[in-house]
């Protein structure tokens, strides 16, 4: 069995969600003359790849160093959305059945595309990947919950739309060109698509319910779009952590890993040596050229 990595390069330019504390590391002691190097670290638990965990929207839930290991290592489904959303587009659960099954109990893996624009990739654009990424609304939440799904992850800054967080506050320009967007392609304003009782609702709803989600997952994710895969994701065993910085990973028997490697020495690599294929990012962009307004 091996390892693809599923999570993203961790260092002091990673961006953690807007507002929050990013990265800041400082050495407290050096070889010479303290004969060891150490350091602290300062951070939110919402920095690179990381799964939030009930508490951090739901108060009676669970820490997370109560998610036991059957819960965070599963068979799951990933599906390539990225041909069929593009900016601040809305998915459903049909354009995921569409493309991939999703049997009861699994975990969910949400390839937007949008990882290209994470700050490794040389096509980084952080507003793009924070504040236009794709979302859901009630349609998927509510299928989420009868499928029974374990955990979702997506590869961009938020499981929920942005325009239905606090970002459409904090960016007035960009809220304006979703606004745009949702009056012609849904027909209703933000306010009207996205009303106060969706608030952040892959949060707040689906906490509850003990379906949490990981964000900004990516490394070697463009190898294995459409298909199952067992995955694992790891954060530490966090007693009262409302969330978790953590590894994902999805495991692979050794051939299918020599096969998938054969294929990544053929595609481009980012600075720290993770695939990506540009055609995602050309899909995107003709979605969004394609618009008429």
């Known amino acids: 069995m091996k390892l693809v990595d599923l999570t993203i390069p961790l260092g002091i330019g990673t961006p953690a969600w807007p507002t929050y504390e990013p990265l800041q590391v400082k050495y407290f002691k050096r070889l010479a003359p303290n004969g060891a190097n150490g350091q602290l670290l300062t951070h939110s638990n919402h920095l690179g790849t990381h799964l939030d965990g009930e508490i951090h929207f739901y108060t009676p839930g669970k820490d997370m160093a109560e998610l036991d290991f059957d819960f965070l290592y599963h068979e799951a489904s990933i599906v390539d959305l990225s041909d069929v959303v593009a900016d601040y587009d809305v998915y459903t659960s049909e354009m995921i059945e569409s493309k991939v099954k999703v049997q009861e109990g699994d975990i969910l ?171 995602h990012v050309e899909n995107l962009n003709k979605q969004v050229m394609a618009r008429k307004y």
């Open 109 to 279: 893996i949400i390839h937007t595309g949008f990882h290209h624009f994470g700050w490794d990739m040389p096509t980084a654009n952080e507003v793009r990947y924070m504040v236009q990424h794709p979302g859901p609304d009630r349609e998927f939440a509510e299928w989420a919950k009868k499928k029974k799904l374990r955990w979702i992850g997506v590869d961009c800054g938020s499981a929920d739309h942005p325009m239905n967080t606090i970002i459409r506050q904090w960016m007035p320009r960009q809220a304006k060109q979703a606004e745009t967007h949702f009056k012609h392609k849904y027909g209703k304003t933000l306010e009207e698509f996205f009303t106060d009782d969706k608030y952040q609702l892959m949060h707040i709803e689906m906490f509850p319910d003990g379906i949490i989600h990981a964000e900004c997952l990516a490394g070697d994710i463009d190898l294995l779009l459409n298909r199952r895969v067992t995955v694992g994701m790891f954060p530490w065993r966090f007693v009262d952590g409302e969330s978790s910085i953590a590894r994902c990973a999805a495991f692979v028997e050794d051939a299918e890993y020599a096969e998938l490697m054969k294929k990544k020495e053929k595609m481009p690599k980012t600075k720290f040596g993770d695939a990506y294929d540009p055609k």
